[in-house]
């Protein structure tokens, strides 16, 4: 699920948002202010990783295939 990080421009409140489409309206929960911006969040997820031979990850996302 999208969840977006915010600042708004009226009290300078940065909050989190779960939004499920592209029209949602979004306002400051500390004030009446609908003056936000969309922060810069990094992107993390939860993945799986195994160590193969010698240290060499496996699974944790990479675009190289195994050798051998």
């Known amino acids: 699920m999208p969840i977006y990080e915010y600042r ?12 499920l489409g592209r029209d949602a309206s979004i306002e ?14 990094a ?4 993945g799986e990783r195994k160590i193969i031979g010698s240290g060499t990850l496996g699974n944790a996302g990479s675009s190289c295939a195994p050798s051998g």
Do not use: I
Request: with cysteine; net charge positive.
């Open 8 to 19: 708004c421009t009226s009290c300078g409140q940065v909050f989190e948002k779960l939004v």
């Open 28 to 41: 400051c929960p500390s004030c009446p202010g609908a003056a936000v911006e969309k922060q810069f969040s």
């Open 43 to 46: 992107f993390s997820f939860k």
